[in-house]
């Protein structure tokens, strides 16, 4: 990831403006530790903050065409660039640059060759012939896109909310998949997938197809120059993607470079000595139990960090397992939310220990991950999903998810991991497989325990392969973990505790006059919320962060969806009421009949 900064008419060109261009940019230089650039002309500034993951000794930006007229500022990754110079060879690159096609595409197709780019990005560009320019963001919202308005009247674009909210009277998060141009005077829309329709998807399900997207989505994600590794829970999307990456490796460019053994990387609450003597007791008692009595029973610590390691042993990952108390996170929460910038509960609380392994992983020399978000929202993976009424619900629920990622699980972990100068990247939120995922009929994602189907069943199903096994089976149905439950329960619990210390039942009580915008409902709500008025005061910050009822990571539509829910706030995936752990352990030996000859009746 790299930090970018764009200002356009300023009515003050000084060297103090430019040296306040500097100045902002320095506040993104943890998103691009390696490098700074700074082209000025006239009243436009474009500025970068480099991490340098293709072509780390030529790729610095700005990057401009071969005349230096078209100037661009870059964050993000395009795959298909070396496609995309095959189709212009009549152009001169003076970089291997992933990013300079930007330039050369603009000079060859105008505005209107944005959809043309496969990858996440959001870039600004210049055109000093006309002084015109364009800002485009990808397609789900992968990176980062806030656009502001000073009050001289200049327009400013930036990768996170710092580098610009103390200097512009209104700003907003940049819409994803939307293009901004100087020329035609606004936003508009350049990704229109046919699933944003109101029409329901009705193309059968074919397993094959399903996981040749998604290996092809992860194959050209190993695109890099850097060392590298997979963010690794242990839970289905993590380890489909850490599977689909190990199996391709080898054949990559990449192992060339850094070896065929693929690096996975996990987090977890760390025990204290007595409760670890406590937990080995009680693991004697359930195996003595479970062999007497034939039954058995599951003593929860980190979910995620035992199947994590059962995974990366199957695989034959180098393994790094890492470790955090409850009171580290709760140090680091001021950090977090700086980083984040946002309010919102569940991606707090998800955020903190992804914040905290990325440094650990930034120690170690690695700069690139892989990361499994995504998934959940293309094929209702939440447990809420289990309520589901009808088809049509379910994908108008998940088409709601997929495009609000940009302010929920795109931003945790863009902002996570870029906080120590560290690039994820997410193949199940591939423009490709979104395509494939969401044309098939929606029926074939709803749960139906009938016929064996937990949620995600038809992603199970593809990479189900008894005879060259990607994952062992318990594992491939393993049931939903939210990040925040699965690095161990008592996170959440913990949380919660320290905010009911920090915020009283008057605070509470009277948090509607305070906070008359998004009024927090908890005590863990409210502390957040202080925290961030403390470094973003503005009314245009705090509107850029989402609210409504919510449960289970549900939007508002969904909590309708069962009248229980709108009781239980809380945004945990444990608040899916009767839904979690529930009786779908014999779903891991059960697959239907004829799986594929057609949904349902």
Known sequence: ????????????????????????????????????????????????????????????????????????????????????????????????????????????????????????F???????????????????????????????????????????????????????????????????????????????????????VLRKAFEKAVVKRLMTDVPFGVLLSGGLDSSLVAAVASRYLADSEAACQWGSQLHSFCIGLEENILLGFIKLVLALIVLIWSVCFNSHFAIQGSPDLKAAREVADYLGTRHHEFHFTVQEGIDALEEVIYHIETYDVTTIRASTPMFLMSRKIKSLGVKMVISGEGSDEIFGGYLYFHKAPNKEEFHQETCR??????LYDCLRANKSTSAWGVE????????????????????????????????????????????????????????????????????IDGLRDHANKQVTDAMLANSSFVYPENTPTTKEAY??????????????????????????????????????????????????LGVHAAAYEEAVDTKPANPVNGPPQ
């Open 122 to 208: 959001s870039f600004v560009l210049l055109d000093t012939r006309d002084k015109s320019f364009i800002a485009a963001r990808d397609a789900i919202g992968v990176t980062p896109l806030y656009m502001g308005w000073g009050l001289d009247g200049s327009i400013w674009f930036a990768s996170e909310m710092k580098a610009l909210s103390d200097d512009c009277e209104r700003f907003i998060s940049f819409p994803p998949g939307h293009i901004y141009s100087s020329k035609q005077g606004g936003l508009r829309r350049w990704y229109n997938p046919p699933c944003y329709s109101e029409q329901i998807p009705s193309n059968p399900y074919d397993p094959l």
């Open 424 to 491: 994820a990247r997410v193949p199940f939120l591939d423009k490709e497989f979104i395509n494939t995922a969401m044309s098939i009929d929606p029926e074939w994602k709803m749960v139906r325990p009938d016929l064996g189907r937990i949620e995600k069943w038809i992603l199970r199903n593809a990479f189900d392969d008894d005879k060259q096994p990607y994952l062992p089976k318990h594992i491939l149905y393993r049931q939903k973990e939210q990040f925040s439950d699965g690095v161990g329960y008592s996170w």
């Open 401 to 406: 998810k997929i495009k609000a990622l940009h």
């Open 1 to 120: 990831m790299c930090g970018i900064l764009a200002v356009f008419g300023c009515i003050d060109n000084s060297q103090a403006k430019r040296s306040r261009i500097i100045e902002l940019s320095r506040r993104l230089r943890h998103r691009g530790p390696d490098w700074s650039g700074l082209h000025c002309h006239g009243d436009c500034y474009l500025a970068h903050q480099r991490l340098a993951i293709v072509d780390p000794t030529s790729g610095d930006q700005p990057l401009y065409n071969e005349d230096k007229t078209v100037v661009v500022t870059v964050n993000g990754e395009i795959y298909n660039h070396k496609q995309l110079r095959e189709q212009l060879k009549n152009h001169q690159f003076r970089t291997g640059s992933d990013c300079e096609v930007i330039a050369h595409l603009y000079e060859e197709h105008g505005e209107e060759f944005v959809d043309m780019l496969d990858g996440m």
């Open 527 to 576: 502390y957040y919320r202080t925290i961030f008025e403390k470094f973003f005061p503005k009314n245009a910050a705090r509107a850029t962060v989402p609210g409504g009822p919510s449960v289970a990571c549900s939007t508002a539509k969904a909590v309708e969806w069962d009248a229980a829910w709108s009781k239980n706030p809380d945004p945990s995936g444990r608040a899916a």
